[in-house]
């Protein structure tokens, strides 16, 4: 992979065409990643490929198109095993995100193994996407749920591993990158005390897997969830990796054409995984982009891009910490984002009074509510980064907050 030397980051911004977009009159400053990326020509281009010239629908045509299509949507599912370092590219199964993967797994996996009395743990500082469909599945099994505490400098208090990672526990569900503080959680650890105590693992992807190397093998987890969105692919395309002993004792999801071997009028017979959790027309197209994604991320390489990124975010820390009535949360090592709060100004304000400069920061409880409950705050403001954002931009962002502390106090 290349390093971040080698990598002409001013160039690369000029493959983002929206980056050269005003709002209300300013230059765009795009520090919103975490929520979705922005997308580069060559992902725009692939889609008006597939459409203009193999748009079809795949696997049953026997027809050319029909081919074309199958063939570009297979390939990207052998880029998406690939780019995890999946075993078998039949441990990728397409879905429309992060949260429908996990949702998969709850209503496959979970409604199957779980009983009255298992318990499920998850970590205070989860998405919503990873508490509300094991509380949906808790409420359905009997099962219970356990949560491994946040500590003050926004880090896993992973000595309550032991009291809390016991023989009950059936399933550990886990965020690898905080979204609202930026933690970086050690899920080959966490991957490992699960699998010490029986209990499957499930990584949370969302905001580490375009950012950094993840290698399901290395990480030794049983699922890993990802959204292409957040790595430069379009919106409503994601993956779910699952080892496949445990892919094949799983019931389909959704029932309907294509994950079928056989239909009688009384009962069906399924294809083996991924092909039975993939009922319907899938999202080709976005299949077709996220594999383009990938190709453009492996081109700049993860290493560089984590790098950067990780660079992006500790300056932005410092230099907010500079700001009076500023607090910033989480660690001083972090993913590429920041959460901070105002003291003059609550995350709604504070965004809106950003966005009339062209600076696009998300103010809220970004999906984590318990944890800003914990907090003890309604919210916070996040500026996140990506691999096509600048110091310079970095630099525009304070200035406008240091006038935002002026105007608002």
Known sequence: MQQTNEVNWQAIREDFP?????????PLIYFD???TSQKPCAVLGALQHYYEHDNANVHRGLHGLSTRATEAYEAARAKVAKYLNAPNVDEITFTRGTTESINLVANTWGVK??????????TEMEHHSNLVPWQLLAERTGARLRFVPVQEDGTLALGALDSLLTPEVKLFAFTHISNSLGTINPVADLCSAARAVGAVSLVDAAQSAGHLPVDVQAMGCD???LSGHKMCAPTGIGALYGRAELLEAMPPWHGGGEMIL?????????????GKFEAGTPNIAGAVGLGAAI???ENI???AIFEHDT????YAHRRLEELPGVRVLGPQERGGLVGFVMEAAHPHDLTTYADQYGLALRGGHHCTQPLMRKLGLPGTTRASFYFYNTMEEIDRMMEILENAVRFFA
Do not use: C, M
């Open 262 to 274: 056989s239909v009688q009028f009384e009962r069906s017979t399924f294809k083996k995984a991924p």
């Open 295 to 297: 190709d453009y991320l």
């Open 301 to 303: 390489g993860r290493a």
């Open 18 to 26: 929206i980056l050269r977009e005003q709002i209300h009159g300013k």
């Open 311 to 314: 660079k992006l975010a500790t």
């Open 33 to 35: 990643s975490a929520a």
């Open 223 to 225: 699922f890993l969830a």
């Open 113 to 122: 193994f779980l009983r009255e009395g298992d318990v499920i743990l998850l």
